[in-house]
Nanobody, 117 residues
Framework: QVQLVESGGGLVQSGGSLRLSCEVSGFTLDYYRIGWFRQVPGKERDAVAC????????YYADSVKGRFTVSRDNAGNTAYLQMDSLKPEDTAVYYCARGYCEGMEYWGKGTLVAVSS
């Protein structure tokens, strides 16, 4: 059974950092891409960082470029989203998902990130 579980969210002050983790099971991380998305209540879910199969490149939303970085530990079956210089507008529920920017197959349940000003 494919599962993705996010952790690492919480409350942080503006300018601070958080590292989100996405622990996966039911598949081998080596062979799959993991994307990160976020959603503010009442708004659509937006891509934060994902790999584009058509462009063959790692995509970052303009709003997070230079501040957020994806990484992974294949042996530990865990993907990460390092978030630095956080801003209040980064407040959202963050999700990890398996797949490409063009389409995700499986989703985690999300972790809440709240950035205070």
């Amino acid at each position: 059974q494919v599962q993705l579980v996010e952790s690492g969210g919480g409350l942080v002050q503006s300018g601070g950092s958080l590292r989100l983790s996405c622990e996966v099971s039911g598949f081998t991380l080596d062979y799959y891409r993991i994307g990160w998305f976020r959603q503010v209540p009442g708004k659509e879910r937006d891509a934060v960082a994902c790999f584009s199969s058509t462009e063959d490149t790692q995509y970052y939303a303009d709003s997070v470029k230079g501040r957020f970085t994806v990484s992974r530990d294949n042996a530990g079956n865990t993907a990460y989203l390092q978030m630095d210089s956080l801003k209040p507008e980064d407040t959202a529920v963050y999700y990890c998902a398996r797949g490409y920017c063009e389409g995700m197959e499986y989703w985690g349940k999300g972790t809440l990130v709240a950035v205070s000003s």
